[in-house]
């Protein structure tokens, strides 16, 4: 039996792969290979979409002169991905595993996918825009353990077979999982989420799988990646400039998934918003810096949405 967080089953988070994994909570599965959220294959061409690179030559990782690249790059704005660099393990496929699984039977994009937030209350009943999501997170083993690097990709898969999902959800083994969801859904997102090398930055990004292929998706500020530094984490007086056009929210907004939808707020507000929570600790569902379990309050909130739409589902 799987770890389900108990919001009727919405969420699934597994033991980090090391050797103090108990033998009743099965260890995470990798992400990479046969059978797997992503193939070999796969695998290359989302890192190719994040970065503008291939993950494993040999500068994956290091930090971007910027006196050296030219305005075609920056123009990109992939630069601030990489202006600090990142650890050189997580360019490494083997190094990623499947933290966590959500289910919702609604996907929240407004105004994609729905106009209001009543489309979004109706739309799990008619299973358009229902969608599995897997957390990946990379682990490394070091001479002095295993640590959790700042990085995360949420893998969101649109699936077809809502109720052929929900069945299998509480009994299935990770990797029949997996296959479930491989097998009856299709690739719709993929959200970045990575620290800099000495945690001096912290950056998001999205892209679509549109026509078969990985492209950039724009953020709600209107560019392709977010930034945040830790001078503007400790600083009232350091902002990365917003457009004047973008809404500002509240931390209570932020925390409501029905008052701020995805590609409505920035990442970073929605990561920050909760109080009490370390500035730092921007990881919201899956495994903490130590591999500690993480579920943030955004995630409750939404994980009950969820919750309440499979219970009208069910009936």
């Known amino acids: 039996m799987m770890s389900v ?4 089953s919405t969420l699934v988070l ?41 993950a494993e030559s040999s500068d994956c990782g290091a930090a971007k002169d910027l006196r050296k690249s030219d305005e075609a790059w920056i123009a990109q704005d992939a630069f601030l991905v990489q202006l600090r660099g990142f650890r050189s393990s997580i360019c490494k496929a083997q190094a990623w595993y499947v933290a966590s699984m959500r289910l919702d039977p609604c996907r929240m994009r407004l105004n994609r996918e729905n106009k209001s937030s ?12 229902s969608e599995v999501r897997f957390v990946l997170q990379p682990v490394e083993k070091t001479d002095h353990g295993y640590i959790f ?26 990797e029949q999982l997996i296959k479930l969801v491989r097998d009856n859904g299709k690739f719709n997102d993929i959200s970045l989420f990575i620290g ?14 549109t026509d078969g292929i990985w492209k950039r998706d724009r953020l709600a500020h209107g560019g392709y990646y977010e930034s945040l530094s830790d001078a503007e984490l400790n600083s009232v007086a350091v902002k990365t400039q917003r ?18 939808h995805p ?22 569902f899956g495994w903490g810096l130590a591999g500690e379990p993480v579920v943030s309050a955004r995630l409750r ?13 069910e009936k």
Not at 196 to 209: D, K, V
């Open 5 to 8: 967080w108990s919001a009727a």
């Open 14 to 54: 597994f033991s980090p792969p090391t050797p103090q994994v108990q033998k009743q909570q099965p260890p995470a599965p990798p992400t990479v290979g046969a059978q797997q959220v992503l193939s070999t294959a796969e695998f290359s061409s989302v890192w190719r979409a994040l970065f503008a690179s291939e």
């Open 118 to 129: 009543a489309d979004i209350h109706s739309c799990s009943q008619n299973g358009k825009f």
């Open 149 to 174: 690097p700042d990085a995360a990709l949420h893998v969101a898969f649109t699936v077809t077979d809502l109720k052929k999902i929900m069945k299998a959800w509480r009994s299935q083994t990770p």
């Open 196 to 209: 800099g090398g000495g945690l001096e930055r912290w950056s998001f990004a999205r892209i679509a799988h």
């Open 243 to 260: 457009p004047k056009s973008e809404k500002e929210f509240s931390p209570a907004e932020f925390l409501n998934p029905l008052k701020v």
């Open 263 to 284: 590609l409505q707020g920035s990442c970073i507000g929605c990561h920050v918003a909760e109080q009490g929570r370390p500035a730092r600790l921007f990881r919201m």
């Open 301 to 313: 909130a939404e994980a009950e949405f969820a919750a309440k739409e499979l219970q009208i589902l």
